[in-house]
């Protein structure tokens, strides 16, 4: 993903105060007793967190925090809590008492909020908004991060696991000119059992395969159908039960949910958990190391407006990240991390796809694999797409402008416009993508995937987005060779991008200023740290609560530590260094320990300092 601001932050930066995302250390093995702790239920904590039952479990200090009065809008149903926008000398508080499970692992808290305010400053935070576990500041806001529409805010509060605390939202106006802060649709998510993680750090389920039959509305932005998935269990530990990954289901509500599931069968489904995102499935018995099963399931999609990664701008539908996923354990155990847009929380295993998808004919449906176009039914077309070794599936639906070419090398490239979009501006898209999809294939290995389309829409507020084979952007050659980087780093080499966005971002970024011919001579002389906690290698946790120093330090600080280790070790070492780790990484995932000791193992320079000067841990 590109390094643009979230739209609906503007220019201000985030006055976010540091969120201590303090995840309790794992007993010892050898401490560990013989019988295993209780598992997880994972569970929304929250009572009334829509404020749609009244006020209880809620206390507020006064009766008009809670509305559904004129001035203000709800995020989702009829109420909202509406703190301060008094413009006098003001405090408004709303509390309740919340128990985060000793079992679980994982919490997380969520809320949508809106800033609006009459101050003018661009620099003094005179009205603010606290959020507060128990003693425990987790965030604060002021009148400098207003915007136009709801955000949601996502804070990492696993430390809390066992605890009773009280979750109070406060509000200070000054004197003069108001501010409102505007909450609504607040969760506490908990998951992920605190029992030992599975004794080998094997990823399962592996080898996945995804079948999906679709078929869609006249616009493109309803699609009901069928979809299953064949996977294996490679662990040693038995798997008694598979998670999907419902990931737009965040630009939703958990009562209107975008992604719906039905008609479960392979499996029994449980509850939907972390904001509904996660869907538990009991398979009918433990699957054994080396066995195989197939779930499958009715599936509903509904693209919400907007020029979103998922969202329909006018008449044209991007669908990213819609089909249902199977998320991934590992040595630590099942990875239910929440959603992000300021970055990506996606990790799964490189699997096969055959998506069949029936459309209007006056759609045009770029997507992931290979496609070819049969006749349907009157007035319809048959889009099927198979993809091999890939990690997630996108497609889009619309009357798209369509050019095609060929790189130097053989790769099929499709550009795909929205109306308003030059033919200028496509042929210079398309002339970027071939070049860009050749310069990073010379440097890490062959592009395997066949076709690769780009969508072109200047309404991203995103900048652009990576999926296998396909991509949305803007028109801008830099976005674009970033996006088809991400081929390579994400895509062929996996990672887990909620724990390491490094891996894919600065690699990406560093990969693109290669194929445009820059070297990054001076950039790490600019570097000027936010604060001790910061480093290059932090998690989408920590990120997501300092989101103003997101891009700055994981796209522009991670390329820089990438050149200077190409200085280090000198241009050939790090052009093999790369390409070698890529052929060894290639359809599988990558770790910042494993990347740290193959450039270790490609010189004899000690790397220990160089490390640490560029906050590179793991």
Request: glycine letters at 10%; charged letters at 15%.
């Amino acid at each position: 993903m590109r390094s643009t601001p979230h739209k609906a932050l503007g220019a201000g930066a985030l006055t976010v105060a540091a969120v201590a995302a303090l995840v309790l250390p794992g007993t010892p093995a050898a401490a560990r007793p013989d019988t295993a702790p209780a598992a997880c239920t994972p569970a929304q904590v929250v009572g009334n967190g829509g404020f749609e039952s009244g006020t209880s479990p809620w206390t507020a200090s006064s009766s008009t925090v809670i509305t559904s009065r004129t001035g203000q809008t709800a995020h989702g149903g009829s109420s909202y809590a509406w703190l301060d926008g008094v413009g006098s000398t003001h405090t408004d508080s709303l509390s309740q008492s919340v128990s985060v499970p000793a079992d679980c692992s994982t919490a997380t808290l969520t809320f949508w909020l809106h800033i609006d305010t009459t101050e003018t400053t661009t620099s003094t935070a005179y009205d603010k908004l606290t959020a507060k576990l128990g003693s425990t500041t987790l965030a604060t806001y002021s009148n400098l991060d207003k915007n136009t529409g709801y955000v949601q805010k996502s804070i990492d509060v696993s430390s809390f696991a066992g605890q009773t605390v009280t979750l109070s939202f406060t509000g200070t106006e000054d004197s003069s000119l108001r501010t409102s802060f505007v909450l609504d649709d607040v969760a506490l998510n908990t998951s992920g059992g605190t029992t030992p993680p599975p004794a080998d750090s094997t990823r399962t389920p592996a080898a996945p395969s995804y079948t999906v039959n679709l078929s869609s509305d006249t616009s493109g932005t309803v699609w009901t159908g069928h979809e299953s998935a064949t996977f294996t269990n490679a662990s040693p530990t038995a798997l008694s039960e598979v998670y999907l990954r419902l990931w737009d289901n965040y630009h939703g509500t958990c009562d209107a949910p975008p992604i719906r599931v039905t008609g479960v069968t392979g499996g029994t489904a449980g509850a939907l958990s972390v904001a509904c995102t996660a869907l538990k499935i009991d398979l009918p018995a433990p699957l054994a190391q080396g066995q195989s099963a197939t779930i499958g399931f009715d599936l509903g999609i509904t693209v919400p407006s907007g020029a979103d990664r998922f969202g329909h701008d006018g008449a044209f539908s991007f669908i990213g990240n819609a089909l249902p996923v199977l998320a991934v354990r590992d040595g630590s155990g099942w990875h239910l991390d929440p959603y992000t847009d300021n970055g990506e929380s996606f990790y799964s295993l490189a699997a096969d796809f055959a998506v069949t998808l029936d459309h209007p004919s006056t759609l045009l449906v770029p997507a992931t694999g290979t496609s070819t176009d049969t006749p349907g039914s009157s007035g319809r077309t048959i889009t099927t797409a198979t993809a091999a070794k890939v990690r997630d599936f996108a497609w889009a639906a619309g009357p798209f402008s369509k050019i095609s070419g060929t790189s130097a090398a053989g790769v099929a490239v499709n550009i795909y416009s929205v109306s308003g979009i030059s033919s200028s501006s496509a042929q210079s898209m398309l002339s970027t993508a071939k070049s860009a999809v050749d310069a990073h294939a010379g440097r890490f290995g062959a592009y395997p995937y066949g076709e690769l389309d780009a969508v072109i829409d200047n309404n991203y507020w995103f900048g652009g987005m990576e999926y296998p084979g396909f991509v949305l952007d803007l028109v801008s050659t830099t976005a674009l060779t970033h996006e088809i980087g991400h081929q390579w780093w994400y895509g062929i080499v996996g990672d887990d991008e909620y724990n390491s966005p490094w891996l894919d971002e600065a690699f990406a970024d560093y990969s693109t200023d290669l194929a445009l011919g820059k070297t990054g001579s001076s950039c790490w002389s600019g570097v000027s740290w936010a604060s001790s906690a910061e480093k290059i290698t932090n998690s989408m946790a920590y990120w997501d609560a300092h989101s103003s120093r997101y891009s700055t330090v994981v796209y522009g600080y991670g390329k820089c530590a990438l050149h200077d280790l190409r200085r280090v070790l000198g241009d050939t070492a790090m052009a093999k260094l790369m390409k070698d780790y890529a052929t060894a990484h290639w359809y599988g995932v990558s770790t910042t320990a494993e990347f740290k000791a193959a450039a270790q193992a490609a010189t004899s320079t000690d790397l220990t300092s160089f490390w640490t000067q560029h906050r590179i841990d793991g």
